[in-house]
């Protein structure tokens, strides 16, 4: 009896055990038949996609001001029966892919639109044409990939469970930023997205490679202005003025004390000074010197603690000094933060979509990212994509005036998105 009970048990066991591998089997396949969907309509779209990024880098909009560009991706969005929201957190809109679930599965992904002010000095046919005014930082390209993407989930929609969010979000170049207008105006809710993945142009990957993080990934930025006060006059009375001007170089000096003496040496720190004004000429010493920079960490602790350590120091020189020094710093970005489970998923889908040789791991930075308040809000990812081409002498860093890309990583790009999406989702 109890022989026949335990083999009875062992053949209900391997058979629950054969229909699982079973359902595994099913769901891979129906996932890899997925993929090579994706493949192909990446590949029908590409003209599209680079068509869509040469017009929007053509038309560049300044951060807060991205009307136009709103209008074109509202417009594409219309064309293609995608549902959408605009006017979120300014220019920001909001689209939706995909059929409701019971549990309410959902993920979102994020491009960013808005453009630099730089005059751009690139030759190919489509350089900006608004003066002044460049996607130097690859937005454009960002928001053509998800463009694409949106198009491609929505034509597969009846083969996944389960929604996407879709964030064009404006802004994200300047304090504030525009995801926290997303945030505050619900572009996260209704549905509730569950996580929320951002992918970045890279110069510093080859086109074809993406790279990934766990973990802080991007630091926080604060900006920093001091202005050093006084009784300025002729140079050749020292001793009847104040000397604004070396007092200023002092506080550089002695702010670097914050990093080299302050900082705990396990958090990767930050502290430049990028303008000094001193409107005085070669024999008068002005009554005021500006000063301006920038504070950069991955700890909200000491974080809060360097900003008490600037304020003291630079307070204390110029009184020592027998001058004033006001401190005004305006907190901007907390650190990205990628969650694991959420970076290792995307992670193994890009190794899936592109091959393990095409994704390598990224060192932390100390560039700073919008982005980063999502990722204070829900298990977040932001990912790298890369754009350059040694050859076609595509080389340029971001946020210069000779900033480009390799367009083949248009081909890449898009459909990476799609399948992290769907990966994502499969998970939740």
Known sequence: MNYSLNFSRALFSRSMALSIDFLYFCVQQILNMLKKQIQQLT???????????????RYPELS??????????????????????????????????????????????RA???????????????????????????HDAHTSMLLTAARILKQLEDHFEGQVKLVFQPAEEKLPGGALGIIKDGGLKNPDAQRIVGQHVFPGLEAGFVGFRSGAYMASADE?????????????????????????????????????????????????????????????????????????????????AAKM??????????????????????DGYPFVMNEEHTTQIAKQAAIDYLGADKVVDLEQ?????????????MPATFYRIGTANKAKGIVSNLHTNTFDIDEQSLLHGPGLMAWIALEQLKHL
């Open 112 to 138: 960013d639109m808005d453009a630099l002010p730089i005059v751009e000095i690139n030759s190919h046919d489509f350089v900006s044409d608004n003066p002044g005014v460049m996607h130097a930082c690859g």
């Open 43 to 57: 590949n029908e779209f590409h003209k599209e996609t680079i068509s869509n990024r040469r017009h929007i880098h």
């Open 309 to 330: 350590h600037i304020r003291r120091i630079a307070e204390n020189t110029a009184l020592a000094a027998n001058m004033k020094a006001e401190v005004m710093i305006e």
């Open 64 to 109: 807060f001001r991205e009307e136009k560009t709103a209008l074109f991706i509202s417009q594409k969005l219309t064309d293609w029966g995608i549902p959408h929201k605009t006017a979120v957190g300014g220019y920001g809109i909001i689209g939706l892919v995909g059929k409701a679930t019971p549990n309410g599965k959902c993920i979102a992904l």
């Open 224 to 304: 920093i202005t001091i202005t050093v006060q006084g009784i300025g006059g002729h140079a050749a009375m020292p001793n009847q003025i104040n000397d604004t001007v070396l007092t200023a170089a002092q506080i550089i000096v002695n702010l670097q004390q914050v990093v080299s003496r302050f900082a705990p040496p396990v958090v990767p720190t930050v502290l430049s000074f990028g303008r000094v004004f001193a409107d005085g000429i070669f024999n008068i010493i002005p009554d005021e010197v500006l000063i301006q920079g920038t504070l950069r960490t991955f700890d909200e602790v000491w974080r809060a």
């Open 365 to 377: 930075r100390m560039t700073a990212e919008d982005f980063a308040w999502y990722s204070q809000q």
